[in-house]
């Protein structure tokens, strides 16, 4: 049974700093690719951060430069660190499997963290 569990999403002031952390269980989780998507009320789901096996990382345009995506594989846990939020940053964040490409979706992804800026 796989599953993904989001947390530390929180409603932060614009220019604030959050980490969200999503705990993967029942998953080959070390020689995956991970990713972080959001998706704004009324809004098209986005993908926001990739990581590789390898650890190589890539960015929407949106957050390049403030957010960064990590892994510790020996935990089974896949991070985003938000710095420099805005209101567009608005948004639920979801953790999910990934294939070797940007911004597509794998078989499982968590329920969700919310992320509010004002």
């Known amino acids: 049974h796989v599953q993904l569990v989001e947390s530390g999403g929180d409603s932060v002031e614009a220019g604030g700093s959050l980490k969200l952390s999503c705990a993967v269980s029942g998953y080959v989780y070390g020689g995956k690719c991970m990713a972080w998507f959001r998706q704004a009320p009324g809004g098209q789901r986005e993908g926001v951060a990739h990581?590789?096996?390898?650890?190589?990382?890539q960015y929407a345009d949106s957050v390049k430069g403030r957010f960064t995506i990590s892994r510790d594989n020996a935990k089974n846990t896949l991070y985003l660190q938000l710095n420099s939020l805005t209101r567009e940053d608005s948004a639920m964040y979801y953790c999910a499997t990934a294939p070797d490409e940007f911004n597509s979706l794998g078989n499982y992804w968590g329920q969700g963290t919310q992320v509010t800026v004002s």
């Open positions: 990581i590789r096996q390898s650890k190589r990382t």
